[in-house]
């Protein structure tokens, strides 16, 4: 698992994370979302998730706050 911040929030349920170390933010949708609602999320959440690849680039998934 990885850890980053919430940077910015859309409006459709996606959003972005600042990965901690790394440049680049990834995309998120609130479906990788596992314990929360994408509403109780604010820019500055601290979050873990799993990095997977697709053919846009990476994104962010099995998302959870920290334990």
Same mark, same amino acid.
Do not use: C, Q
């Given at each position: 698992?990885?850890?980053?911040?919430?940077?910015?929030?859309?409006?459709?349920?996606?959003?972005?994370? /600042?990965?901690?170390?790394?440049? !680049?933010? @990834?995309? +998120?949708?609130?479906?990788?979302?596992?314990?929360?609602?994408? /509403?109780?999320?604010?820019?500055? !959440?601290? @979050?873990? +998730?799993?990095?997977?690849?697709?053919?846009?680039?990476?994104?962010?998934?099995?998302?959870?706050?920290?334990?």
């Amino acid at each position: 698992m990885e850890i980053g911040k919430v940077v910015e929030l859309g409006e459709r349920n996606s959003g972005f994370i /600042k990965r901690s170390g790394v440049k !680049d933010t @990834l995309f +998120f949708h609130a479906d990788a979302l596992i314990g929360m609602a994408f /509403k109780d999320l604010k820019a500055g !959440d601290v @979050l873990n +998730f799993r990095v997977t690849e697709s053919r846009k680039g990476p994104y962010a998934t099995e998302i959870r706050r920290p334990a």
